[in-house]
């Protein structure tokens, strides 16, 4: 997909660097030594089906959950609990349309939202609220309550709110899970920018990769709470992704996407690939899981 | 000119010393449950304030027949119970609707007994009602400073922790991500809750206390859509609100049935739900507005599921 080197990733300039780390919660291990290096201006996709474990990865990083074992190092130093560095953009807001906060309000409290004390709104705040609404292409609907937009809009807002303190690591939260695909597809392309530009690092979680082909420079395979890491390429190949499974599975590539399914039964009888839907990871809902069957079948056809 | 000031400002208005005190009270008291009011909607907690306010007849019957002044009973009924709902909200959320509703339902049972026991004690026949109707006019000595310098007090602690307690509002994980404690600044703000719960209650009654802390902040939310203009908008209307019930209330000893006035907390309540219906005229209540250009834009309607077709039996 790109032309990215990476394979061995350099210990200088990392933005996150996370190595060996396990995680265990209630007898249960969650994450098993995984390990990954993020470097600037890089669109790295978390890839995997609900469950495996990207939601643990990301409150890893955020430093809300503590790793078992193992260590989380952002731009070099071990990660505190107020780690200005890294940026966060959750799925969705649940707040009321009456609500009285304006997505300006919003990105604003990205400056200062944590801070305790009373200080009145300087010039240099208003400016740089204003030019991140810009950059996002929020400027629209800026005096708009949060509570009143779509889906799409209020994700912009989110992506603003995340980048005016200027962090070196944006994370996403599966943003794309309640959008339509061409908002999704709009999000995608905005992040994918903004990683380029700004020289930071995205790392963008989703269950299904192929919204992120055209951008994405490196992914994190996310699966029984281990990792495969690397470029597209490297990563989503049948003997990488079975050996990450523990179970035999298939990748195939039809027009351009990616699918992931269930090895075992795959013939060239489309029959069979069907059945072998049940087992695809790409989709979690059913869907998806019905095209990604019907897509499964075409390829068998087209090897016969 | 001085007929029309008569009628509206019944001789003796402004020389009467309980209504200095209720002036005094009704200036600063709402302008707290404005801005408490405008937080507690903002993060859905109406349903806490109106518990923490209910409990508050527990406390302050409580502390009259201890001799207390009722302030002190509400408030200290009122911290133990948002703590309480602290602890309890750590639990799953089904526990947490069961516990709240059973320790309501026992505090008014035994707050029942408690003012049943006042009414026995004898002389003290109208305290039942100034417990749960409030008056404006009956503040006894402490009272009055003691409310007012606790009203700043809440003030000032609200101010400080306004943005991180905004953020949290808005969205708890975005803050939780920033490195803010959301569960600390919950507390934080369950007690700055029931401080302000137990001054309304003592202004209009702890069951009318709920209309004082919520209703000027729902009239706020449909006239600006700036988080500390409503604020602020919200005291407002809860000053002006209550200072037209204190003039009412005064002129109504002159109304029918005369000699007795009708109680404050009437109008006040009667005042704030008139600013409420007034206030669904407003252009800021409008959806959609706040944007720039035609509102909308194709392909960024919110997909919420696929539409349904329109079948025959939908046509029937």
Known sequence: MSGSTSGETSEHGAVLDIEGVSVWRGGRQILDEIGFALEPGEFTGLIGSNGAGKTTILRVVMGLLAPTQGRVLVEGKPLTRRHRSVGYVPQKLLIDPDAPVRARDLVGLGLDGHRVGWRMPSRERQRRTEEMLEAVDASRFADARVGELSGGEQQRVLIAHALVGRPRLLLADEPLANLDIRSGQEIVDLLARIAAEQQIAVLLSAHDMNPLLPVMDRVVYVAGGRVAAGTTDEVVRTEVLSRLYGHPVNVLHVDGRVLVVSGSHVTVDAGAVMDTGAGMDTGMDTGAGMDVGVDASVAAAERR | ?316
């Open chain 2, 1 to 316: 000119m001085e007929a029309l000031w008569h009628a509206l400002f019944a001789p003796g208005f402004f020389t009467s010393q309980p209504v200095r005190q209720a002036v005094l009270v009704g200036g600063v008291v709402p302008i707290v449950a404005g801005a408490v009011g405008v937080f507690t909607v903002l993060r859905g907690q109406s349903f806490a304030g109106h518990s923490l306010s209910a409990l508050g007849t527990l406390g302050g019957s409580g502390a009259f027949l201890l001799g207390i002044t009722p302030l002190w009973g509400i408030l200290t009924c009122g911290f133990a119970v948002a703590g309480v709902m602290e602890l309890a909200g750590t639990q799953r959320r089904r526990g947490r609707d069961v516990a709240t509703g059973l320790v309501l339902s026992t505090a008014l049972g035994v707050s029942a007994l408690l003012l049943y026991l006042v009414t026995m004690s004898g002389s003290t026949t109208g305290v039942t009602v100034t417990l749960l109707f409030g008056s404006l006019f009956a503040l006894s000595g402490i009272t009055v400073p003691a409310m007012t310098l606790l009203a700043l007090v809440c003030l000032a602690v609200l101010a400080l922790l306004y943005r991180p307690l905004l953020l949290s509002s808005v969205s708890p994980e975005l803050a939780a991500a920033r490195g803010v404690r959301v569960r600390w600044l919950g507390l934080a703000f369950l007690l700055l809750l029931a401080l302000a719960a137990a001054l309304c209650s003592v202004a209009v009654g702890t069951i009318l206390s709920t209309a004082l802390l919520i209703g000027p902040a729902a009239t706020a939310l449909r006239l600006t859509r700036r988080p500390a203009r409503a604020m602020v908008l919200a005291g407002l209307v809860g000053v002006v609100s209550t200072w037209i019930g204190v003039v009412l209330a005064y002129d109504s000893y002159l109304w029918p049935p005369a000699g007795k006035g009708w109680p404050v907390s009437f109008f006040v309540v009667a005042v704030i739900l008139l600013c409420y219906l007034l206030a669904g005229f407003a252009p800021a209540a409008r959806r959609g507005s706040g944007r720039a250009g035609p509102t909308g834009r194709a392909g960024e309607q919110p997909s919420s599921g696929p539409r349904e077709p329109l079948t025959p039996a939908r046509l029937r």
